[in-house]
């Protein structure tokens, strides 16, 4: 996994390798803005031999004449490995991206569950008999796409990519997966289980660099089938006219700006729980963050207080430690950015707290968690995706009031509804245009349900069997059964 150098290498065909120029870069613990390694910088050359290895893995390995039932083993050898190294991998996410050790264990754990999931599902993809006429059997069969390019975010770096990997390799697609460059340690640490668990040479092949050099090569190889890639909605954009020219399948899980709906009659300590959890989980870099909390009129000023008031106890510390709640932002790129949509929101609302760098931190990129109040939704911090501990909130008069305000977005992801009344929850429900709904909750994320957008938040669904679907291409086969020629011959 690591040269004499100690540098983190490519993962190509099976092998650990140098990038081809020897070029790296640094990982940093934004914590401590220390470097915490140096990785193999990957480029276009890189990206072609994994992409054929890939395609060669594809069309004439062991994988190409590989069962369902051998795919479904793999994948349960690696949710097995995972589970044995939890402590080890949630150790290195925390400390790579800035998250609560507490979160991370529940990242990795979901990572194994994946798998399992995917390893069940792997034996499970059916195929169709047609009704046609009775001189002829017409059958619809699933086959995998090819060679997929995997593209992953750095706020959930190894669970995204399993996102990804494990639906991928149930189907039978081979794969180049390229992780963020900022947060590259987790999904490098389970490749060199690979092997062990039985995966040919060639399957999965890992490049690690930036996005003009890794991964546009990645979108634009003519040898890759199918794109998936979690991340902003301006690359995201950028993806798809991209693999255009190719006429690449491609799946987007793109950005939000999800409202997280409290009406008068909701359970009160329950929603306000909601509300900063909703935003606050994971330091707001979360692509389904709550972040704009709409809160009816008749409990509105109340509802500002006691969440102002509860913010201020949220935990802020250390990665490592297990009371904390709250951890640094990714980078100081992100950091800055945050800072900037702060200082925009002084300017177009109230701040109810926070609004700075928190007591006692002097390095790493701690920010308070930060409430705005008396927002109207065409502020820029109610429309734009902060990806930081922001929440913006916006009051509303009626039912109809709140669905409005909701739906004018130029996104779709998520959304929540908190209410008693299960008639007005479910006709908010229905009028939400989201991919997710929680009702009475905010971020729960089941492997067996679908997760993805309207709008600009995507294209396509991952999880569940919808998830394996985007890997699968449908073939028609049709069998004359008559020993007459047929044709106007």
Not at 60 to 86: D, Y
Not at 183 to 202: H, I, N, S
Not at 308 to 313: G, I, M, R, S, Y
């Amino acid at each position: 996994m690591r040269s004499a150098q100690g540098v983190y290498q490519l993962y190509i065909d099976g092998k650990w390798v140098n990038s081809i120029s020897g070029d790296t870069f640094a990982v940093y613990d934004p914590a401590t803005e220390e470097v915490m390694a140096q990785v193999a910088e990957a480029s276009a050359a890189d990206i072609d031999l994994a992409v054929q290895a890939a395609r060669r893995a594809f069309d004439a390995g062991p994988w190409a004449k590989s069962t369902p039932f051998s795919r479904a083993h793999i994948l349960f050898k690696l949710a097995s490995k995972v589970r044995e190294q939890l402590a080890s991998l949630a150790e290195v996410e925390a400390i790579n991206t800035g998250k609560p050790i507490v979160e991370a264990e529940g990242d990795i754990d979901a990572v194994a569950e994946v798998f399992e999931y995917y390893g069940g599902l792997a034996t499970k993809i059916p195929g169709q008999v047609n009704p046609v006429s009775s001189d002829a059997l017409s059958l619809s069969l699933r086959e995998p796409i090819g060679v997929a390019g995997l593209i992953v975010p750095w706020n959930y770096p190894l669970l995204m990519a399993a996102w990804k990997l494990a639906p991928a390799l149930a189907a039978g697609c081979t794969c180049v997966l390229k992780p963020a460059e900022q947060t590259p340690l987790t999904t490098m640490m389970l490749a060199q289980w690979f092997e062990e668990a039985g995966l040919p040479a060639g399957v999965v092949n890992i490049v690690n660099g930036f996005g003009e050099s890794c991964g546009v090569p990645i979108v634009e190889h003519p040898s890759v089938d199918k794109i998936a890639f979690t991340g902003s909605t301006e690359v995201g954009k950028s993806i798809v006219k991209r693999a255009a020219d190719t006429l690449k399948r491609v799946t987007l899980e793109l950005g939000g700006k999800s409202p997280n709906i409290f009406f008068a009659d909701a359970d009160w300590e329950a929603s306000i729980d909601g509300a900063l959890f909703g935003v606050f989980i994971n330091q707001g870099e979360v692509c389904s963050a709550g972040s704009r909390i709409l809160v009816e009129k008749k409990i509105y000023s109340k509802f500002v207080e006691a969440m102002a008031e509860k913010a201020k106890t949220i935990r802020i510390g250390a990665p490592l430690d297990r009371a904390t709640k709250l951890g640094p932002v990714i980078s100081r790129d992100q950091y800055e950015r945050v800072n900037s949509y702060i200082a925009i929101g002084r300017g177009e609302a109230k701040l109810a707290s926070g609004g700075g760098r928190p007591k006692g931190f002097d390095k790493g990129y701690y920010i308070e968690p930060t409430i705005f109040y008396d927002v109207d939704n065409t502020a820029r911090i109610a429309r734009e995706e902060i990806f930081g501990p922001v929440a913006t909130v916006i009051p509303f008069d009626s039912e109809a009031d709140a669905i409005q305000i909701a739906n004018d977005t130029p996104y779709g992801l998520a959304a929540a509804v908190w209410s008693r009344d299960i008639y007005k929850a479910f006709r908010v429900v229905k009028s939400l245009r989201a991919g997710i709904v929680w009702v009475n909750h905010m971020q729960p994320t089941c492997v067996e349900a679908p997760w993805g957008g309207y709008k600009q938040s995507g294209i396509g669904r991952e999880l569940g069997p919808w998830g394996i679907e985007e890997y699968l291409e449908t073939k028609q086969v049709h069998i004359n059964l008559s020993e007459k020629p047929i044709g106007w011959y």
